[in-house]
C-alpha cells in the first residue's frame, strides 16, 4: 500500500535582499525549500497552515495571500502567494536552521543563519518544482502580479487618507486574526468586502463580494436570484452543502426541480425555479437557478455556460439582482484566482454588452476564502478598464450570418441568393475561433456590434455550439437594447428550440429547403 501524502500548506513568498529579488526559503540543515507544513490542527485548511507555518519558520505575518494552484510531490501542495509584513529571521533554531533568498537560477544568498549551523546549497527536487512552475505561472500573468505588488486596501473610516497614501494595510485582517495566536475573533454574519460600479449604456452595474451565508441573506441585501450548482438531476441534500443549507432551511431543491418554471436543458445547463414559497424562516430570494453541468469544464469554460445561463434567463423573466457562490460552477480544487478573475471578466462585459441583471453579489462562506476573493478581487478592481465597443451609429457590415460550420453548404445558398438580390450588402459571414480557457470572447462581440443585423441559423449542430450560443446571446441583447429588429432568426433543422429562442420570431426553412432559403433572403432584405 501505497504512503499516504501529506496535506501541506506553502507560502510563496518574494523578497529583495542585498539588491536582489528572489522567492524565500528556509532550511533544515541539509536542504533549501519554501516555508510551509502540514494541516496537521483541527480543521485547518493548507492555506491557513501556508500563513501560519510563514510566520512560525520566518516571523513573517501575511497581509495578502492567494491561492496559486496545487502541486503533488511526494506530499500534496496548495501553493499560496503572499504578501508580509516584517523582517525574515529564525524563531526556532531546531525546526530551521537558516533563512535564504532563492535565484532565478535556483542558487541561494543566506539571509539568516542559526548559530552553529552548517548548510547545504541544495534545493529539494520538490521546491524546484514548485519554483519552475511558478515562474511559468508568473509570466504567463504579469499584469496580476504587477497589481498584486501595488495592491493597498483603503482603511475603513479614514476620510481624509490621500489617494497616493501607500501605509501599509492588511487585505485580510479576519483572516491573519484566526491563524496568528492570541488574536482570535468570530467572523462576520455577513458583510461587505469590497464592489466596483461601472457606468453603462443601461445604466450603473455592480459586481460585489461578500463574506456570510447565502442562505441567511438579510433583508437589505435581499437579491431576486440565487445560484446554485448540482450534478445533473442530483438535489439530495447533504450536511456541507449549500442545497443541504438550503434544505435546512425550508427550501428543497428536489422539490423545486420538480416543477420548474424554464428548463433550459439541454441546449444549457440550467434551469430556474417558480417563485419559492419556503417553509421555514424567510429567504431573501425569489428564485432559484440551478446550474447543472453535465461534465467538469475548465473555470474559465464554467463561467461562461453561466453567463449563457443567465443572459438567456434574463430574456424572458426580469432579473435585477442575483447571488452565487465563488464556486457557483461546480468546479472544485481550483483558487479562487482561478474563479473570480473569468467570473470577474464576464460579468463586467456582458454588463457593457447590455445585460439587464444590475448588481452580482459573489459570497464566500470562511474566513479563508473570503480573505483569498478579497485579495484577487482587490487586484481585478485596479486592472479593470471599460471594454473599447464598435459605435452603433455606423455599421462595418450590413448582416453578420451567425451559424455552425456543418451546415454551410444552406448558409453558402442563402448568401449568394443575399448577393444576387443586392449586389452592395455587406456581409460578415467568416465564423469566429473560440479562444479556450476565456470567459468571455471580446472577438464576439466586436463583430456583432460592426453589424447592423443578425442572422441566426438553428440547427441542432447551432445549439450544441458554444461560440453560436454566445454570439446569439449578445445578439438577443442587442435586439432587445436597441428596440428595433436586430435579430432575424432562420429555423433551418428540426431541433427542440428553447424557449427564449422561440419568443423571437423565426423564418420557417425547414429542412434546409433551398427554395425556402431563397424566399427567406427576400424576407430578410424587406423586413428585417
Known amino acids: 500500500m501505497a504512503p499516504t501524502k501529506r496535506r501541506r500548506g506553502t507560502a510563496l513568498v518574494e523578497i529583495v535582499h542585498g539588491g536582489e529579488r528572489g522567492v524565500l526559503v528556509?532550511?533544515?540543515g541539509d536542504h533549501w525549500m519554501l516555508p510551509g507544513g502540514g494541516a496537521d490542527r483541527p480543521h485547518e485548511?493548507?492555506?491557513?497552515?501556508?500563513?501560519?507555518?510563514?510566520?512560525?519558520?520566518?516571523?513573517?505575518?501575511?497581509?495578502?495571500?492567494?491561492?496559486?494552484?496545487?502541486h503533488e510531490t511526494s506530499n500534496q501542495h496548495r501553493v499560496c502567494y503572499m504578501r508580509a509584513t516584517g523582517t525574515p529571521k529564525i524563531t526556532d533554531p531546531s525546526e530551521v536552521r537558516a533563512?535564504?533568498?532563492?535565484?532565478?537560477?535556483?542558487?541561494?544568498?543566506?539571509?539568516?543563519?542559526?548559530?552553529?549551523?552548517?548548510?547545504?546549497?541544495?534545493?529539494?527536487?520538490?521546491?524546484?518544482?514548485i519554483l519552475e512552475r511558478f515562474a511559468t505561472y508568473r509570466a504567463e500573468?504579469?499584469?496580476?502580479?504587477?497589481?498584486?505588488e501595488r495592491y493597498e486596501h483603503p482603511e475603513r473610516g479614514d476620510g481624509n487618507r490621500e489617494p497616493n497614501d501607500r501605509r501599509a494595510t492588511s487585505m485580510i485582517p479576519s483572516q491573519a486574526s484566526q491563524i496568528l495566536p492570541g488574536t482570535a475573533s468570530p467572523p462576520p454574519a455577513f458583510q461587505l468586502l469590497d464592489s466596483l460600479t461601472i457606468t453603462t449604456s443601461?445604466?450603473?452595474?455592480?459586481?460585489?463580494?461578500?463574506q456570510g451565508d447565502l442562505t441567511a441573506i438579510p433583508p437589505k441585501e435581499a437579491v431576486d436570484v440565487l445560484v446554485v450548482s448540482a450534478l445533473p438531476d442530483s438535489y439530495r441534500p447533504s450536511r456541507q452543502s449549500l442545497i443541504g443549507a438550503l434544505d435546512r432551511r425550508g427550501v428543497s431543491l428536489e422539490a423545486l426541480a420538480t416543477d420548474k418554471a424554464e428548463d433550459f436543458r439541454p441546449t444549457l445547463a440550467c434551469w430556474l425555479s417558480k417563485p419559492i414559497e419556503a417553509a421555514g424562516p424567510a429567504v431573501q430570494f425569489q428564485r432559484i437557478l440551478c446550474f447543472e453541468p453535465k461534465q467538469r469544464g475548465e473555470p474559465a469554460e464554467v463561467i461562461g455556460d453561466i453567463f449563457q445561463c443567465l443572459v438567456s434567463m434574463s430574456s424572458k423573466t426580469p432579473i435585477n439582482s442575483i447571488a452565487m457562490p465563488i464556486l457557483g460552477g461546480g468546479v472544485h480544487g481550483v483558487s479562487t484566482v482561478?474563479?473570480?478573475?473569468?467570473?470577474?471578466?464576464?460579468?463586467?462585459?456582458?454588463?457593457?454588452?447590455?445585460?439587464?441583471?444590475?448588481?452580482?453579489?459573489?459570497?464566500?462562506?470562511?474566513?479563508?476564502?473570503?480573505?483569498?476573493?478579497?485579495?484577487?478581487?482587490?487586484?481585478?478592481?485596479?486592472?479593470?478598464?471599460?471594454?473599447?465597443?464598435?459605435?452603433?451609429?455606423?455599421?462595418?457590415?450590413?448582416?453578420?450570418?451567425?451559424?455552425?460550420?456543418?451546415?454551410?453548404?444552406?448558409v453558402d445558398?442563402?448568401?449568394?441568393?443575399?448577393?444576387?438580390q443586392q449586389t452592395d450588402i455587406r456581409i460578415f459571414q467568416d465564423t469566429l475561433v473560440l479562444k479556450p480557457g476565456t470567459a468571455w470572447q471580446q472577438e464576439i462581440l466586436e463583430s456583432l456590434d460592426s453589424c447592423a443585423k443578425i442572422v441566426t441559423l438553428y440547427t441542432p449542430q447551432y445549439l450544441a455550439s458554444a461560440i453560436c450560443l454566445e454570439e446569439y446571446g449578445i445578439a438577443l441583447i442587442r435586439n432587445r437594447r436597441e428596440g428595433r429588429k436586430v435579430l432575424a432568426p432562420i429555423y433551418l433543422r428540426t431541433c427542440t428550440l428553447p424557449t427564449y429562442m422561440e419568443l423571437v420570431q423565426y423564418i420557417d426553412c425547414r429542412e434546409g429547403d433551398h427554395a425556402l432559403i431563397i424566399k427567406a433572403a427576400g424576407e430578410i432584405l424587406s423586413k428585417f
Open 26 to 28: 528556509v532550511s533544515d
Open 45 to 70: 485548511t493548507r492555506f491557513e497552515a501556508a500563513i501560519r507555518e510563514l510566520y512560525e519558520e520566518t516571523s513573517l505575518r501575511a497581509t495578502a495571500a492567494v491561492t496559486l494552484f496545487d
Open 99 to 129: 533563512l535564504g533568498l532563492c535565484r532565478s537560477d535556483m542558487s541561494i544568498i543566506p539571509i539568516d543563519i542559526a548559530s552553529g549551523a552548517t548548510v547545504g546549497p541544495t534545493v529539494t527536487p520538490g521546491t524546484r518544482a
Open 141 to 148: 500573468r504579469p499584469t496580476f502580479f504587477a497589481a498584486f
Open 202 to 210: 443601461g445604466g450603473p452595474r455592480t459586481i460585489a463580494i461578500y
Open 338 to 410: 482561478e474563479m473570480i478573475a473569468p467570473l470577474f471578466e464576464a460579468a463586467t462585459h456582458w454588463f457593457h454588452a447590455g445585460l439587464p441583471i444590475e448588481t452580482i453579489k459573489v459570497v464566500a462562506y470562511s474566513d479563508i476564502s473570503a480573505a483569498e476573493l478579497r485579495g484577487a478581487f482587490g487586484v481585478l478592481k485596479r486592472l479593470y478598464t471599460p471594454p473599447v465597443t464598435a459605435p452603433t451609429t455606423s455599421y462595418k457590415y450590413d448582416l453578420f450570418i451567425s451559424y455552425c460550420h456543418a451546415n454551410k453548404d444552406e
Open 413 to 420: 445558398v442563402l448568401v449568394a441568393e443575399l448577393k444576387r
